[in-house]
């Protein structure tokens, strides 16, 4: 079992640019997250989905959009990087809605010049 | 003022020592209380929760929560520098919602 898995690892984009970050897991979880952390900030829930099918937005979720492809998939769509965007991103997943634990994958370190 | 206000460290200690981490937070309806603790550059990772007052014990780690004063703690005993990373609480409402609300983690460093 890989438990959680995001690419890319690190990325590097310009002003204006766009990008998809990846994320698939393995245990059969319904529900899935997206995070970024930044200094002093903690972790800040950016979008999450519940089930397959449905997504809903978190604490900081402009400037960014989602897909859950399917149960194993969620991807999170950058569509104009802004330098304010530079952050640590982490997916994560849960076994259904309420589920005390979530596993987090490895993030993807983002800079945005 | 933030839902969970956790004090960012960086914290010491000499090996063997306890180490004492906490939070306070200010929402009422928070009944779950979740410890992660983060490994450089890695995800967070789920140590241990507690629900509503109380003490949970698991090996060396013992969660405390006392929610008369919105107090959450996390103690270590006989710490090693295998404990050496960053500890975040994360406590939840009861009902059944996804959503976590993270303190901002504190940096711990056991001195061999």
């Known amino acids: 079992n890989a438990g959680v898995t995001q690419t890319p690892k690190f990325q590097v984009l310009k002003t204006g640019q766009s990008m998809t970050l990846q994320c698939a897991q393995d245990m059969n979880h319904n529900s899935m997250y997206w995070y970024r952390q930044d200094p002093g900030m903690g972790l800040r829930l950016i979008y999450y989905s519940a089930s397959e099918g449905t997504t809903d937005k978190g604490e900081v979720p402009n400037g960014y959009n989602v897909s859950r492809l399917n149960k194993r998939e969620f991807s999170l769509r950058l569509e104009s990087a802004a330098p304010s965007q530079t952050s640590v991103y982490f997916c994560a997943s849960s076994v259904d809605r309420g589920g005390n634990e979530q596993f987090f994958g490895p993030g993807t370190r983002l800079t945005v010049l | 003022q933030k839902e969970v206000e956790q004090d960012p460290g960086p914290l010491s200690v000499p090996e063997g020592a306890i180490v004492s981490l906490n939070c306070t937070y200010s929402?009422?309806?928070?009944?779950?209380f979740m410890w992660y603790r983060q490994y450089s550059r890695k995800g967070p990772e789920l140590l241990m929760y507690t629900y509503s007052s109380g003490n949970k014990e698991d090996g060396r780690f013992t969660a405390q929560v006392d929610k008369s004063s919105k107090y959450i703690s996390l103690f270590i005993r006989d710490s090693q520098p295998s404990d050496s990373a960053t500890y975040l609480c994360a406590p939840k409402p009861n009902f059944g919602n996804e959503k976590l609300t993270f303190g901002t983690g504190t940096r711990l460093t056991i001195i061999p």
């Open positions: 929402n009422s309806a928070f009944q779950y």
